[in-house]
């Protein structure tokens, strides 16, 4: 079966740190991505991680764990413009991807 | 073009008509991905393409849908005799290789309602 759990909504203050988590149950997997969706607008690529460990980008980082299948996304020095939904995706090869649902994130200032 | 860009941008049509929903991807990119996205909820893979040839079309959800691609350009996503369960936003996405382990470019979206 194919399923990938992700809270469905997160709030968080500006400046603060947050992490979004994803666990992943799906037939295959290769590796995890994780896009950002703002509101009315194309998801955006923001990492894809194939090995176990933390893989850090600027303000943003994203961890995977195989043998647990699990995921996060960490977000520091949180700014408004961060209020968007965050996908977590699983590459399950045979070039298909499959999404979670998404978790919205509410940046407060 | 820039980006993936997709047409109309908005679709409000009856249901039992037929729509068709065009993708142009980035130019270069031989790998083009449908997805629909319901309200609220993440997105369903649809049909993947490499080149002009369709080697996944497990997700189409019924014989209503089907697409087409000219060569390594442009997609049409056509729905026949559209239902109400329809209506979402159609997203298309390219990469440059066929494998999904390159990030996908999506486009802006197709939203669709079926009335």
């Known amino acids: 079966g194919q399923n990938i759990d992700q809270p469905t909504e997160m709030t968080a203050t500006e400046g603060a740190i947050v992490q979004i988590n994803c666990t992943y149950q799906t037939s295959g997997f290769n590796g995890l991505f994780w896009y950002q969706q703002h509101a009315g607008e194309a998801p955006t690529f923001l990492s894809y991680n194939v090995l176990d460990g933390l893989e850090e980008k600027g303000r943003f980082s994203s961890f995977l764990s195989r043998s647990k299948g699990y995921s996060y996304l960490l977000l520091k020095e949180l700014q408004m413009k961060d209020s968007a939904s965050y996908l977590c995706a699983s590459y399950t090869g045979g070039f298909k991807t499959i999404f979670g649902a998404g978790t919205r994130l509410f940046v407060k200032a | 073009g820039a980006g993936v860009s997709q047409s109309p941008s908005n679709k409000v049509t009856e249901k039992g008509k037929d729509v068709e929903l065009r993708c142009d991807p980035i130019s270069g990119h031989t790998a083009l991905y449908w997805y629909r996205q319901r309200l609220g909820q993440g997105l369903e893979f649809l049909i993947y393409?490499?080149?002009?040839?369709?080697?996944?079309k497990s997700g189409l959800p019924s014989d209503r849908f089907s697409a087409e691609r000219t060569g390594e350009s442009v997609s049409t996503l056509t729905i026949q005799r559209t239902q109400q369960e329809d209506s979402a936003v159609y997203l298309c996405?390219?990469?440059?290789?066929?494998?999904?382990?390159?990030?996908?470019?999506f486009g802006p979206g197709t939203r669709l309602t079926v009335t």
């Open positions: 393409f490499q080149g002009n040839s369709a080697p996944d």
């Open positions: 996405a390219s990469s440059f290789e066929s494998s999904a382990t390159y990030e996908q470019y």
